[in-house]
């Protein structure tokens, strides 16, 4: 049992990350990406953690995610 007394809260966290590693990027996604592609947009800030600018086509070097990447990790040393 979790801290919260409740069992099934572990499960609900286990599908919402199973949900995140098989997300693939929405239409707005796409739409951002060809916008930066096709240079109208130079530079695009996500809140976003799960990767799917990314997965989208967005260049590593033109998106700043503030909150980090789930997917990716870097030594700080």
Not at 27 to 33: E, G, Y
Not at 61 to 71: A, Q, S
């Amino acid at each position: 049992m979790n801290f919260k007394g409740d069992d099934s809260f572990d499960e609900r966290i286990l599908d919402s990350r199973k949900k995140t590693l098989i997300a693939t990027p929405s239409i707005s996604h796409m739409a951002i990406s060809k916008l930066i592609q096709q240079g109208y947009v130079n530079h695009l800030i996500s809140q976003n953690v799960d990767g799917l600018h990314l997965k989208s086509g967005v260049p590593y070097d033109k998106i700043t995610e503030l909150h980090g990447n789930i997917f990716i990790e870097t030594c700080q040393e």
